[in-house]
């Protein structure tokens, strides 16, 4: 667990399917069975900031370690960082190798900035090097077709998307934050001030 990094704990029990009807409870639960990491198999949860991407990867996360697995939980800001602060290809091999030979990568967050030119393939080096070796989950705010547009090589994206889906599955997921539910809606006016909406009336 301490391997895995995971920023909170999260179980399967904790997320409310009651409010994602188009996410099925025995459907997910394939994912939370060896086979998941035997058979190499893809994951990509995509939705607003907010709805259990997260959680649900945590989750599991936490169950393949619980099954004697390696995980590792990375937020993909933290990768494009750390490729873009290597002063070396050296100091490249070190950050990719755990994260290609683990037993499940769960890569969180993709999309919420794009990446710069250096970062794509690296992405692809690490996405190539677990495919049929290695389970992947990854999360994101963007659709596949926007994908192409983060990373800034559509050919390169395409290789990427192309081994997470032969052996992967694709689950939008809808709904309105969690963070925000009960809470006033708010809105920025145009000099970026948080405005209540007593305050837009």
């Known amino acids: 667990m301490q391997a895995a990094r995971f920023p909170y704990a999260a179980t399967i029990d904790q997320f409310d399917f009651t409010l994602h009807p188009e996410l099925k409870r025995t459907v997910m639960v394939r994912f939370f069975d060896s086979s998941f990491v035997t058979t190499a198999g ?18 599991v ?32 091999a070190r950050l990719i190798e755990p994260l290609i030979h683990c037993d499940l990568l769960i890569l969180d967050e993709f999309g919420y900035l794009s990446v710069e030119p250096q970062v794509g393939p690296v992405l692809y080096e690490i996405i190539s090097g677990r495919y049929e070796k290695g389970a992947t989950l990854i999360t994101s705010n963007k659709s596949l ?11 390169l994206t395409m290789a990427i998307i192309d081994r997470l889906l032969h052996h992967g599955e694709v689950f939008y997921v809808r709904g309105s934050s969690y963070r925000l539910r009960g809470k006033e809606p708010v809105t920025l006016n145009v000099k970026g001030d948080m405005l209540s909406a007593a305050e837009k009336l």
């Open 42 to 59: 893809s994951l990509v949860l995509i939705g607003p900031s907010g709805v259990g991407k997260t959680h649900l990867a945590i989750a």
């Open 61 to 92: 996360g936490t169950k393949m370690v619980q099954l004697g697995y390696s995980v590792r939980f990375v937020m993909a800001q933290q990768v494009a960082n750390a490729v873009l602060t290597a002063a070396t290809r050296a100091d490249i």
């Open 145 to 155: 077709a926007s994908w192409g547009e983060l990373v800034g090589d559509t050919a």
